[in-house]
């Protein structure tokens, strides 16, 4: 794993609101991963402004994912949440703990349901990322932007199943834990999350 490093931030552009903080977690994601992840046709790729890939990881058709980051005046963690639709990058929902600085439900983009807590879901949003690629600013570590799991498959299942597979080093897999802190590793700098086809 030496020389591999990982990256994230807030998304910004037409597929979300521009906040210049993002990070990644993990979310449902349809069934295991298997053998068949060896031969999955499809990467969540975080890229440096070079192009350099920081985090590339399996990412089968259904299985999903979630930037997550603390917001930066109210510190609550707040998600937003993706899947692989068929080679499409999604956003298929997002979590709002309140109506903080930037944080609101834009009539018909989805449809807002309480949380029971005190914060909302939008869910129903079912837009796909222009291009499966958005631009992120990575936040310091207070805003701690980050990949993490939450579902099946998780991303230790998927990062061990890419291990155990014969070309497992050609990617930049990260050590079978979450969550991976983007912001330890990539603070300050551009970079790009993406959903890409694997040659």
């Avoid at 990062?159 to 014969?166: L, T």
Wanted: aromatic residues 6%; charged residues 25%; proline residues 6%.
């Amino acid at each position: 794993m030496a020389g591999r490093r990982f990256m994230a931030g807030r998304a910004s552009g037409l597929a979300l609101p521009a906040l210049g903080l993002v990070t990644l977690m993990a979310v449902a994601g349809a069934g295991q991963a298997s053998d068949a992840d060896c031969d999955a046709l499809f990467t969540l790729s975080v890229r440096d402004a070079e192009g350099a890939a920081l985090v590339e990881l399996p990412m089968p058709d259904g299985a999903g994912w979630c930037l997550a980051w603390n917001h930066s005046v109210e510190g609550f963690e707040v998600l937003d949440c993706y899947r692989n639709l068929g080679g499409a990058m999604v956003l298929e929902r997002s979590h709002l703990p309140d109506f903080a600085a930037g944080l609101d439900h834009v009539p018909g983009r989805g449809r807002q349901v309480s949380d029971g807590q005190g914060g909302y879901w939008i869910e129903d949003i079912d837009e796909p990322v222009p291009g499966n690629r958005y631009r992120l600013r990575v936040g310091a570590k207070r805003v701690d932007h980050r990949l993490v799991s939450r579902g099946e498959p998780t991303l230790e299942t998927l990062i061990k199943a890419r291990a155990d597979c014969p070309d497992g080093e050609s990617l930049a897999v990260p050590a079978a834990s979450t969550p991976i802190s983007l912001s330890d590793l990539a603070t300050g700098r551009l970079v790009s999350v993406g959903l890409e086809r694997r040659d």
